[in-house]
């Protein structure tokens, strides 16, 4: 009954949230595209030329890939940190000192986890179904062919997600940034294609392989062709109209592949088993000073009379420039300090790889690597309870605010100056302003979200999603000028600026005014 109270309050607390609310809003706006309306000009999944008629069995395999790249991408950043909130609010000391065993608190963090992402999945399961009967192509609605890949190929999925969340926190527990790094380097493993061959899908982990071999085959059928090469999985704009319909008919699952799913779910428990054995059960101790200080004799201590007229006078100074150095060395001080040596690397990559390189993968990895310092830009003041003292400040707007995004600015635009001195040296001037105007796009963003959920969890989501998107070329993310490097998209990026950085002010005065 333990485990299940865990379970339940902490999937109450977590679902009641803001943050939960706002991501699943973004979850189904950004799942409504998952299949194009019949007048889109794109398509998500098309091999070849070719688009499945818009049945059931097309339906829910297309939603099925698409839901579970997604929320396996988001999923862990969502669910991460839920040990961390138990430590920070002390409830976790309370935990300890009941009779529950470390493996089922562990579990039950789980299993929360689990919920979390499986409600998302369940509303967008449903909102899917809504959308068959109103893209309906003349095909009846059936129930089997929907919900067999969710249930063979996303719940699995999900569940590993959840157990690794947990794991990362126990082993990672005190580094959250090298958690968000970690992942997003296992999940571009993870998203590594397989070489086609129907014995290696039982090791695909996410297992959206078998379902792209599958619709692959079916085309070939079609096409009496023996290779396709011509396959694209996500958003491709345009030539809808001259892509031709094909008859989906599903996906047989081998019985091999089942096991490996059911392999899949008891190979997470055990490593979660395993993982117990070394969780710290909130008993950590806080590093001290032990160097021995100076004993003051007791006379010393003794209260002695001042005179007012020798102390130094006091000089006002409302300069921003002593906050905007305060500002930025907390975000240079922020984090581990051998994770500068991983951001020296990346300095070093941008100057010696090849110029479409630099600017189109190592430039939004580096930046990511920031993700810890950007997503507490605007919240470090509500974490550390200080957020009435900071808003009752001389003004908080044009100097606090002001300061803090000014200093985050600056350290994005120093990682990215052997970049920039690159393009100078070549006379190519029109990456540069893209590339400031994405440190300003970065930047106010943490700001926005910071500001409008008082969390860091959304911010390191998207972050997470447009950074991915940027190494896979995608070219709707591209906010800093490496894919879209003209002038009218320059001027579409400063626009998008300026919005958001009036969202910013707005919202941060009328908070003021509520104080």
Request: with cysteine; aromatic share 16%; charged share 15%.
């Amino acid at each position: 009954m333990n485990i299940f109270s865990i379970i339940k309050y902490d999937y109450l607390q977590r679902t009641r949230s803001y943050t939960f609310l706002i991501t699943l809003c973004v979850s189904i706006a950004i799942a409504y595209t998952f299949i194009p309306s019949p007048n889109a000009n794109y398509s998500t999944i098309r091999v070849a030329g070719y688009i499945g008629y818009y049945n059931a069995a097309w339906f829910g395999y297309v939603t099925t890939v698409m839901s579970c790249t997604f929320l396996c991408l988001i999923g862990f950043y969502l669910v991460n940190g839920s040990i961390k909130k138990d430590l920070n609010t002390k409830i976790g000391q309370i935990i300890a000192s009941s009779r529950i065993q470390n493996f089922q608190y562990l579990l039950s963090k789980t299993c929360s986890n689990f919920l979390i992402l499986a409600t998302i999945l369940t509303v967008l399961f449903l909102m899917n179904i809504l959308l068959f009967f109103a893209y309906n192509d003349g095909y009846s609605f059936e129930f089997i062919p929907f919900i067999k890949p969710y249930a063979l190929v996303t719940i699995p999925a999900l569940f590993f997600i959840s157990v690794l969340a947990t794991i990362f926190e126990v082993f990672l527990y005190k580094s959250s940034v090298v958690q968000n790094i970690g992942f997003f380097f296992l999940f571009s493993m993870l998203m590594m294609p397989t070489n086609g061959k129907q014995e290696n899908f039982s090791f695909d982990i996410l297992g959206t392989q078998i379902v792209m071999h599958q619709i692959e085959k079916q085309v070939r059928e079609v096409t009496n062709g023996d290779k396709i090469e011509a396959l694209s999985v996500g958003y491709v704009i345009g030539n809808v109209s001259k892509a031709k319909k094909f008859q989906f008919n599903g996906v047989s699952f081998p019985n091999s592949f089942i096991f490996s799913r059911c392999i899949l779910i008891l190979i997470s428990v055990l490593l979660l088993y395993i993982s117990a054995i070394f969780f710290h059960r909130f008993s950590i101790k806080i590093a001290q000073n032990t160097s021995q200080k100076k004993r003051i004799p007791m006379e010393e201590l003794k209260i002695k009379d001042i005179n007012i007229s020798k102390l130094a006078k006091l000089n006002v100074n409302f300069s921003i420039f002593p906050l905007i150095k305060t500002e930025l060395l907390l975000l240079i001080r922020k984090g581990n300090k051998w994770l500068w040596l991983l951001n020296g690397i990346g300095m070093l990559l941008l100057a010696i790889v090849p110029l479409e390189i630099a600017h189109q993968i190592v430039l939004p990895i580096l930046w990511f690597l920031q993700v810890n310092r950007l997503s507490e830009l605007t919240t470090k003041e509500i974490t550390n309870k200080v957020h009435y003292f900071s808003f009752s400040s001389f003004n908080p707007i044009r100097r606090l605010l002001t300061s803090q995004i000014i200093a985050c600015i600056v350290l994005i635009t120093l990682l990215a100056m052997p970049l920039i001195f690159r393009f100078v040296f070549t006379g190519n001037f029109l990456p540069i302003i893209s590339i400031l105007q994405g440190g300003f796009f970065i930047t106010l963003l943490a700001a926005f979200l910071g500001i409008t959920t008082k969390g860091k969890k959304l911010f390191e989501v998207l972050f997470f999603m447009i950074t991915y998107a940027n190494v896979h070329k995608l070219p709707f993310t591209d906010y800093f000028g490496a894919i879209n490097n003209s002038t009218s998209y320059t001027f579409t990026l400063f626009v998008l600026v300026t919005t958001l950085a009036l969202s910013v002010l707005s919202i941060r005065r009328y908070q003021l005014k509520k104080v």
